[in-house]
């Protein structure tokens, strides 16, 4: 089995007409690589069926995806099938803009903190359904058609939506693409940032509850509360991304991988791996190179 190379990086096209980019793609199928860009995209499929890739997500999508990506996190769309067999086009509409496409002080501004905050939570990738998907949905269509303020208008409608909208949901895993939440507070990014560092070795919660400055049962409680998980189980989905990386991005053994990404054993490596994915090592592997 060939393995892909690392992800790619993709320049945009940039315009000196307009401060970020509407594409409209048809094509007999989605074939770009495994890539990423500095660029925010929030992609709308109107046509096709495949399996989408982003960070370490794997799922399949349908007409009325519609998925926004962060900053350099890495990502594809791909038809396992010739969708020729069905004579059907695939196509998508994709916005792609800059955190600072508004300039580098505007969304430091106090009344675009919840637009601050749907793009520092997209760097994991957020997948939007029902009603919030339908509405979003409609403004994007018109979009490659709008010139001037109008289309400046409509992507920060848009992005109202986003941030207002409670039918989403949260695509790759915190140890795949690693940040620290600048919004969340000073305890939980200290907590952060050692599990990040200490991920591949064994942890003492104890040193985590130290560090916090807490008792370890307040700390369990405290970070329960905060992250809507356990610190056990924020650990495992750590180190679960760390060897989703290394499973996509290299031709080690899967028994090297679970050792390097902390397990003590590749039977709970297997089951943790199944438990946040949905199948094995081997068969996450087979899919994403499967393409």
């Not at 490659?144 to 208008?153: A, I, M, Q, V, Y």
Request: net charge positive.
């Amino acid at each position: 089995m060939q393995l892909p190379a690392k992800a790619e990086f993709e320049l945009i096209p940039k315009s000196e007409l307009h401060s970020f980019a509407v594409r409209e793609f048809t094509l007999p199928g989605f074939k770009v690589p495994w890539h990423f860009h500095p660029e925010c995209e929030l992609t709308l499929i109107l046509q096709s069926r495949g399996r989408r890739f982003v960070g370490d997500s794997l799922e399949e999508f349908a007409p009325g995806d519609l998925v926004l990506i962060g900053s350099n996190l890495p990502h594809y769309w791909r038809n396992p099938e010739p969708e020729k067999a069905t004579r059907k086009q695939s196509k998508a509409i994709v916005v792609q803009f800059r955190e600072e496409c508004f300039g580098v002080d505007f969304l430091g501004l106090p009344e675009l903190t919840g637009i601050r905050n749907l793009l520092l939570n997209a760097r994991r990738g957020l997948q939007f359904a029902g009603k919030t998907r339908d509405a979003v949905a409609t403004i994007m269509s018109r979009l490659p058609h709008r010139k001037g303020f109008d289309r400046l208008l409509a992507l920060l409608n848009i992005f109202k939506l986003l941030q207002e909208s409670p039918e989403v949901r949260v695509l790759s895993s915190p140890g795949f693409s690693p940040l620290l939440d600048e919004f969340a507070s000073e305890r939980i990014n200290r907590a952060y940032k050692f599990i990040f560092e200490h991920f591949a070795a064994p942890i003492r919660h104890e040193e985590i509850a130290r560090g916090a400055g807490m008792s370890l049962s307040a700390f369990g409680h405290y970070f329960k509360r905060v992250t809507g998980r356990t610190l056990t189980d924020f650990i495992n989905d750590v180190r679960v991304g760390h060897a989703s990386r290394l499973l996509i991005e290299t031709d080690q053994p899967v028994s090297k991988i679970a050792y390097a990404s902390g397990f003590e054993s590749l039977s709970n490596f297997n089951h943790r791996f199944r438990k946040l994915t949905g199948i094995n090592p081997k068969e996450y592997r087979h899919k994403h190179h499967a393409g």
